[in-house]
Each structure stands twice: as structure tokens, then as C-alpha cells.
């Protein structure tokens, strides 16, 4: 086992430590002034508050997208399915032509992903630093929601559950 004391956290322990958390993943898409969609690929994601209801997600300060979340003040979160691996690719490579990608349209104008698990629209409630991300809460406005198996990240790489689909205990 590897262990380092709190005072000298090593970068490879640190992402080796936390990717032991598995997560969903989900595209976290606003708008452009012009109204294109721009999104990325996001598991840094969770629910904040049911009254009021906020979620928040945190984005990396080199992303580009940061102007158009501030503009907006509007974002989708779509929580992938597990078939979905596509297009959490897609929208984590700098490469890939994402603006090609259809979305759809959440009741308030958000970009959505066709096909998701979920689909969450929000209000940009607030903006807090967070070390080399920026951490957005967003207000929930309208949410939308399917069964079906989730695409999971962990250990650095997708997964998929295994197993029958009853909740255990
Ligand atoms: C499963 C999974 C989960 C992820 N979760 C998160 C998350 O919670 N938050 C998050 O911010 N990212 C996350 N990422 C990474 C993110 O999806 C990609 O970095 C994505 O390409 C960023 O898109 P962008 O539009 O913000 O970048 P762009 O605005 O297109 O990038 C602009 C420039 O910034 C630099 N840059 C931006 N982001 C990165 C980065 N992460 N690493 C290196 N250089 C970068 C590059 O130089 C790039 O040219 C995740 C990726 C995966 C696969």
C-alpha cells in the first residue's frame, strides 16, 4: 500500500487515491454566445441541495468553456447511459469535432444529450474557486429521467455494472 503523509501529497497517489471513487460520467454542455452548444465531458458532478435543489460540477481552469458558462448562466448535465462511452469520448478529447454533435433541448434552452439517463438544466446559481477548477452550482430547473444502466468511470477507465439490477441489501 502506498501512503504519503498530508504534507506531501504526490500528484500519482492523489489521482490513484480519488479514482478509487467510481462516479458516473456525464457531458456538461452550455451555450455560446452565437447559441452553439459547447460541452465536455464531466464526473465531477454530484447533487448539493434538495431545497433548494443545486448540483454542482466542477471545470478545469485551462477550459475554454469557461466564458460561455458565465454568459449563459445556463447548463445541461446528461448522466450517460453505458452505451454511451462514444460520446463521453467525444466530448473529453480536444480533437474530436464536437460541434457536429446533435443535441437536443431541455425545456429551458440547455443542451442535452439525446439518449442519457438523465437530463439536468440549471440556472448558474454560483461560481467558487477550487484550486485549479472552478466549481459551478447550478439550479435545478427542470429534470427528466430514464431507467437503464449507467456508463461508469473508475480506476482511470469505463466500466460497466455487472450483476443483476436489484439493489444490494
Ligand atoms: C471520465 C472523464 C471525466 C472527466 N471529468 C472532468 C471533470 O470533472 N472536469 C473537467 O474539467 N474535466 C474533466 N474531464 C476532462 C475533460 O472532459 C477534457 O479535458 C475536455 O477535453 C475538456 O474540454 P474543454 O472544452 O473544457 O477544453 P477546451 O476548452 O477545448 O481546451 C482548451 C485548452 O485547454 C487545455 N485543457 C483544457 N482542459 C484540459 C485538461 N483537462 N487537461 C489538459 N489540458 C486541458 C488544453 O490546452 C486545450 O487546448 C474528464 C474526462 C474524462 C474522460
New binding site residues.
Given amino acids: 500500500m502506498l501512503v504519503a503523509p498530508s504534507s506531501t501529497i504526490d500528484a500519482k497517489l492523489f489521482r490513484q487515491a480519488l479514482g478509487q471513487f467510481a462516479t458516473g460520467?456525464t457531458v456538461v454542455a452550455t451555450l455560446e454566445r452565437e447559441g452553439q452548444p459547447?460541452?465536455?465531458?464531466?464526473?465531477?458532478?454530484c447533487s448539493v441541495s434538495l431545497d433548494p435543489p443545486l448540483v454542482l460540477?466542477?471545470?478545469?481552469n485551462?477550459?475554454?468553456?469557461h466564458p460561455a458558462f458565465l454568459a449563459s448562466k445556463l447548463f445541461g448535465v446528461s448522466v450517460l447511459a453505458e452505451e454511451q462511452e462514444d460520446v463521453?469520448?467525444r466530448?473529453?478529447?480536444?480533437e474530436a469535432d464536437r460541434n457536429a454533435f446533435k443535441f437536443v433541448r431541455g425545456p429551458q434552452g440547455a443542451p442535452l444529450v439525446p439518449g442519457a439517463l438523465a437530463g439536468i438544466e440549471c440556472a448558474l446559481h454560483a461560481v467558487y474557486d477550487g484550486g485549479d477548477?472552478r466549481i459551478y452550482v447550478g439550479r435545478v430547473l427542470s429534470l427528466e429521467a430514464r431507467p437503464g444502466r449507467p456508463l461508469v468511470?473508475h480506476a482511470s477507465g469505463?466500466r460497466r455494472l455487472t450483476g443483476e439490477d436489484r439493489p444490494i441489501g
Avoid: N, P, Q
Fill in positions: 460520467v459547447r460541452g465536455l465531458t464531466v464526473s465531477s458532478f460540477v466542477c471545470v478545469d485551462r477550459s475554454e468553456a463521453s469520448r466530448f473529453a478529447s480536444l477548477h468511470y469505463y
